[in-house]
């Protein structure tokens, strides 16, 4: 079946340690974003691309960066910039073209920094 | 700045009873509108969208919402409410020129016997 793959479900991280979240999607999408979720701020966009090798700030890009080497693949580096880590996050893919835009989400990965 | 915003955090309801859980988005020439719903620990799943034509629009499990224009909301609907239905429910709109959606905070609706 065709979804979104995010790995590690869950993971640690001291402080002052970077940490790659891993994304792929097996859906032929050409979009990917990845967005942050605290509890009772919903969710906020962090990075998206549109297409291979160009990605886009979203609203709270500081202290995070991302790749898109793979049409299937946008990982996303938390760095030890990121002042406030610990979160849920989500990354999602659509089609890119003309209309609406409806995203498909993975079922997350949960960064605790200890 | 473009915004969404749901005005109940928390919204607490018995079995069988309606609800309604609202929001309202920032004005824009034209918008597409959707409602994800969030079990614990999992990701989102698309439960309803609009995108044109009629203005109510409605989910295989029961939900429904109407887009209103004039008042900016996209409030979303249900006449009687499962124990199964308890989840966390969020509005999110697609503004011209931005292809990342803008989510709101997100509502909680806890379904008790």
């Known amino acids: 079946d065709g979804g979104i793959t995010q790995s590690p479900k869950y993971l640690f991280r001291k402080e002052g340690q970077n940490v790659t979240l891993s994304c792929e999607q097996n859906?032929?999408?050409?979009?990917m974003y990845w967005y942050r979720q605290d509890p009772g701020q919903g969710l906020r966009l962090i990075y998206y691309?549109?297409?291979?090798?160009?990605?886009q700030k979203g609203d709270i890009a500081e202290g995070y960066s991302v790749s898109r080497e793979k049409k299937e693949s946008f990982p996303l580096t938390v760095t030890s910039a990121q002042k406030n880590p610990t979160a849920f996050y989500l990354c999602a893919s659509s089609y890119e073209g003309t209309g609406a835009n409806v995203l498909t989400f993975g079922a997350g990965s949960r960064l605790t920094v200890l | 700045a473009q915004s969404v915003t749901q005005l109940d955090s928390q919204v607490p309801v018995f079995e069988e009873a309606p609800v309604e859980l609202r929001c309202n988005y920032s004005s824009s020439v034209s918008v597409y509108l959707f409602w994800y719903v969030q079990y614990p620990n999992q990701g989102l799943q698309l439960l309803l969208k609009y995108l044109s034509g009629s203005t109510l629009v409605e989910s295989i499990n029961g939900f429904e919402a109407e887009f209103n224009k004039s008042q900016t909301s996209f409030h979303l609907r249900k006449p009687s409410v499962h124990i199964s239905d308890t989840a966390e429910y969020f509005c999110a709109v697609s503004y011209t020129g931005r292809r990342a959606l803008t989510f709101g905070s997100g509502t909680r609706l806890q379904v008790q016997p």
């Open positions: 691309s549109q297409i291979v090798n160009d990605f």
């Open positions: 859906l032929n999408h050409d979009a």
